[in-house]
């Protein structure tokens, strides 16, 4: 510089050498002075940034400390509690100063964004919690799926990236019953991928893992949490059919160890006094459970009666719930519809008829063909070799009576007793096994003295499915000696029954939609008075009927005939005496069976004819 004037490169090369040099020597003097002060800064810099540090440090120590006191004081006796908050007590002041004081960060973050951001890095994620007098932990999880047996680990987007925290880890059904007991349903179980083996290895090495299945089959490779693997022991409790447990049982190695106990529930329960009171708290607990107006005495007596009629047992209930509770609801509508105020037996009855509405369109189609001749039925008068039986067909979960035409034809031969649905493979295999069942009656009853050499066709009339179960088989026997002998059958009944090879009637399902569905045609063609169904005498514990059968028994329009030998039914439907076997092993003139007998013996007789004419 001179006069306040800094020179430039020419002005400073035409001075003299000499101050030049004095110029040179206080720029070097200068830079010294400078860079000895410099040197001192950084050092001084951060002496401050420490001290700084450690009073903001302290500062949030004095402020963190209160807070946590009470805490500390609640948790004294819980160690791992203690332990996370001097861990939390480290951690707060360097997360206070980054998220909290740092202006940079103050400007770019919302204060609520900040708030979510501490409560998630200090906050404790509860998996599980059981109040101390609770008890065992008792857990049902209706959707037993991988991720809510075993947790799973949640993920949320930002900026087009998955990630997560320990926040997002959420337990499953395993973690809550940990110490206690988990129920599943068993096809559920069964219907999940990867659950069943999963349990399993939970059930034997007594530990809670919590990872994904899919990332171990390389279909999920997303970088994630690994939660610490937890001590397990629970009991597991299956709940299924009885054939899903004889399927695990047969099939998988492992079942039998790890599922030792069973419990077989019977489908009845004893209709006894204690039974009865329970059912009806049962009722009870139920109608106060959905908000339902209460039953009257006869509405409880009515249910009762559905309940065994469910059990087709006139001294059990049936443990079939669900169905009940179902009726229930559906009367309580009614009773609403109707505006009253207790739920009474009009309202159960107008609720099985409206179901039987919703569900019968099949059954009313077909007795609109039995009334207007399409399917062939008689309900009265007499034919030979033509019997009503009565069958049950069963749609979901709504069954109802349907009688049938089975037809007979014998002839000399060798063949047997010839079951036509066998035959064309309509008929099951116990269906097939009454037919068969009629040979060894009819030989061993009959032919003790001759071979049994007939020929004789047995068919259900119009049946286009498949016919299963031995229920036809009486009914089948008494058209095959009507057949064999030229007897006419009364039409004004219908029969069902199983027989054995020695003539005696046993008992069959489906007894009360039996009767009802050949009444029902009765009367709508118009009730007679000789009008009536055969049924086995072990079936009548079984009758619970509806109103209308009863009415119309009690008024002799319609009657109901229980049997235990084929002979009872022959009685009744050929109107002559069957006749009892004499001590030489034959039976009277004049019978039904003396005459069987002699019409067996003339055929052989003519077997052997044919063949000595052979």
Known sequence: MREGKALDETEFAQLSEEERETF?????????????????????????SNELRSLNQETIRDAITPLLAHIRKDFASHEPVMEYLNEMEEYLPSL????????????LREEYAKRSSLEESLLPNIATHHNPDSGAPVIYEPHPSYANLFGRIEYASEQGALVTNYQRVCP????????????????????????????????QSHELKMDSPYSEMGILNTTSLLPAVIPLEFKLVLIGSRNIYYLLQEYDEDFKRLFRAVVDFDNDITLTEDHLVAYSQLLKSRVE???????????????????????EQQDVLSARVGEQFDLLAEANFIRLMAKDELIQPIHIDRALAAKQERTGRVYDKLFEQMLDGTVLLETSGEAIGKINGLTVMSLGDTSFGSPARITCTVYPGSKGVVD???????????????VMILS????????????????AHIAMEQSYGYIDGDSASLGELVCLISALIQTPIDQSFAI???????GEVQAIGGVNEKIEGFFRLCSARGLTGKQGVIIPYSNRRNLILNDEVVAAVEAGKFAIHCVK???????????????????DGGFPQGTVNGEIIGRLEAIAKMSDKKSDND
């Open 96 to 107: 206070v100063l980054e998220e909290l004081v740092e202006e940079r960060i103050m400007d």
């Open 420 to 434: 036509i649905e066998r035959e064309v493979s309509l008929g099951q295999a116990i269906h097939s096994k009454g």
């Open 289 to 311: 459970e959905q908000g339902y107006s209460d039953l009257d005495r006869a509405a409880v007596v009515r249910m009762v009666r559905y309940s065994a009629r469910l059990a």
């Open 172 to 203: 499953g059904a395993l973690h809550k019953a940990n110490g206690g007991y988990l129920m599943l349903d068993a096809d559920k179980v069964l219907g999940e991928p990867l659950v069943w083996e999963a349990l399993k290895r939970a059930l």
């Open 496 to 502: 069902t029954g199983s027989v054995n090879q020695y």
């Open 565 to 583: 030998h084929v002979d009872q039914a022959i009685e009744i439907l050929m109107h002559r005496e069957a006749g009892e076997v004499n001590k």
């Open 24 to 48: 040179h020597n206080d720029i070097a003097e200068l830079e010294q002075m400078l860079s000895d002060q410099l040197s001192e800064l950084p050092q001084w810099k951060r002496e401050s």
């Open 440 to 455: 060894g009656f009819l030989g061993n009853r009959y032919a003790q003295k001759f071979p049994l050499a007939i020929s």
